[in-house]
């Protein structure tokens, strides 16, 4: 019955988001509130009109809460803003291991973990600093701490594997 209602009112489903939020991409936070209001079936058993006031209060919800799932899982850190952080380059004492790192960063950048790489390049840029790092991408210092020992420690296994095959 609900996915059948969400079939058919769409169009109008995202432009209610649309309204909520003022934003142009929505796709993340609809996608959110179908989910909810997809496992929230229980209480669909409700007139047409309440149903899409049930379903603006659930955008509503997730758009302005700071403890929805949307918030944590988008609007926490602005994910664009963490993208167009110029990085400044410092030259290192050794170039080749320079060039390897850069190289692994780059290619981490394109894939869907890319949130690491890109981190840890701007914790080197600040000096390897941080709270350098945590001030200027505003996210918690336990958090820049941990997600940068976590990326150095697949690029310490990645060295160890290039060092024994070779």
């Not at 758009?63 to 380059?89: A, C, D, G, M, Q």
């Not at 996210?139 to 690029?155: A, C, F, H, Q, T």
Request: proline fraction near 2%; include cysteine.
């Amino acid at each position: 019955m609900v996915h059948n209602w969400i079939e058919n009112n769409y169009n109008r489903l995202r432009q209610i988001t649309h309204n909520v939020t003022k934003e142009n991409d929505i796709d993340d936070i609809f996608q959110v509130c179908i989910e909810q209001l997809i496992l929230n079936n229980k209480s669909f058993t409700m007139e047409e009109g309440a149903r899409f006031y049930f379903f603006t209060k659930i955008v509503r919800n997730n758009y302005y809460s700071k403890t929805s799932p949307y918030y944590y899982s988008n609007k926490k850190f602005n994910h664009l803003e963490l993208r167009n952080i110029e990085v400044i380059e410092e030259p290192y004492e050794d170039f080749d291991e320079m060039m390897w790192v850069h190289q692994n960063i780059d290619r981490d950048k394109k894939t869907k973990d890319w949130y690491y790489a890109r981190l840890f390049e701007i914790f080197i840029s600040n000096g390897c600093s941080i709270t350098k790092t945590q001030e200027m991408t505003t996210i918690p210092r336990n958090s820049v701490s941990r997600d940068i020992n976590k990326y150095r420690k697949i690029l310490i296994d990645r060295r160890k594997k290039r060092i024994s095959e070779n």
